[in-house]
């Protein structure tokens, strides 16, 4: 997990090094449009700001596309409010070893720290990523065995119509049908359109707050549930399908027990093996990059939406900080899919050499 992490790391910084247009040049072009709102902004307000507003060129070049006729130190001090002022080898050793600290710094623009943007846009993300995985799952699978037992009937050709269409539909899509079909679009007003919570949250009782968020949930969560059926239910049939026709299978058959022993006692722990290896991406993709066009449709602000902004303003603490989380949270549910492989099947061993 350490190595990967470092990587993804590395692979992450040295990609924002080569963004065009990052903070200094958008406050240098800021400066060049709205001179004295972006120097003050700057220089905080204070009523010291002439003193760094900008100056004619030495004639020095700088590397800022648009920063002719601005005083050089100026343009350094911008450099040095960002932590551009150092080699980028010293920005990655102290970006590692603030991360271990779990010191995400401050982003450039909200005046917070990273960590505590992230701690405030995460019960949306975690709630989004939650249930629509908890769903898919507790319906996938299933439908997955029995289209596994009853391979090639009725039922299971219908299904997979029904299926094939579903992941043909976007996320988004389904997303903006529900609100016109029921959140007072133009037909049904029955759930809300915006937030997690309704506005008189903190007035509510105990009961009253989880009917309250989940009424909030219904909509966003099944806009993402619908299209992550397809790829889960397919797998789970084909694992059970390549299991059910082995010999181990028929020879427990031939011995005379039913098909409900079969199928829990002999194929399910080794069927399952293959659904359980792609939990981690399948989660990671619900929990993030699934999460962005819904948190916007609905107006939760999550992980996704935080995300995709700080990369549109070149918040590079903010973008660097969420790819850290994202990235640990996806190690952490890789650790976690290795200690249910052994739990479903103990004849696992990572230990084992050769």
Do not use: C
């Not at 924002?16 to 800021?30: H, L, Y």
């Amino acid at each position: 997990m350490i190595p990967t992490l470092l990587g993804i790391m590395l692979v992450s910084f040295v990609i924002i090094q080569f963004v065009p247009g990052g903070p200094v040049e958008r406050m240098i072009a800021e400066l060049q449009g709205h001179g004295g709102d972006a120097t003050s902004r700057f220089s905080g307000g204070g009523g010291d700001s002439g003193a760094s507003a900008p100056q004619a060129s030495t004639g020095q070049q700088s590397q800022y596309r648009g920063s002719q006729g601005l005083d050089p130190e100026f343009v350094a001090e911008l450099e040095a409010m960002y932590g551009f002022d150092k080699p980028a080898h010293v920005r990655f050793y102290q970006m590692v070893v603030n991360y271990l600290k779990f010191d995400l710094g401050e982003s450039y623009y909200r005046d917070v720290s990273v960590i505590d943007l992230v701690l405030e846009k995460m019960p949306v993300s975690i709630s989004l990523g939650l249930w629509s995985t908890l769903i898919i799952y507790l319906i996938s699978i299933p439908l997955g065995i029995r289209k596994a037992v009853k391979d090639g009937q009725t039922f299971d050709v219908w299904t997979s119509y029904a299926i094939i269409i579903g992941y043909a539909i976007p996320a988004f899509m389904f997303g903006i049908f529900l609100i016109i079909l029921f959140a007072g679009g133009r037909y049904f007003d029955l759930f809300p359109l915006r937030g997690l919570v309704s506005d008189n949250w903190d007035e509510l009782n105990s009961v009253q707050k989880i009917l309250d968020y989940a009424w909030h949930m219904v909509l966003p969560t099944a806009a993402m549930v619908v299209s992550g059926f397809a790829s889960l239910t397919m797998l789970t049939k084909n694992s059970f399908l390549d299991e059910i026709n082995k010999q181990y299978v028929l020879t427990a058959r031939a011995k005379g027990l039913g098909e409900k022993q079969v199928l829990r006692g002999h194929v399910f722990r080794n069927a399952m093996l293959i659904v359980i290896a792609g939990f981690p991406a399948a989660f990671m993709s619900i929990f993030f990059t699934g999460s962005l066009l819904i948190e916007y449709i609905f107006s939760l602000d999550g992980l996704g939406l935080l995300g995709f902004e700080s990369i549109i303003n070149r918040d590079y603490p903010v973008v660097l900080g969420t790819l850290y989380i994202y990235a640990l949270i996806g190690l952490v549910m890789t650790l976690v899919r290795d200690v249910v492989y052994v739990m479903v099947d103990p004849r696992i061993n990572f230990e084992a050499k050769g």
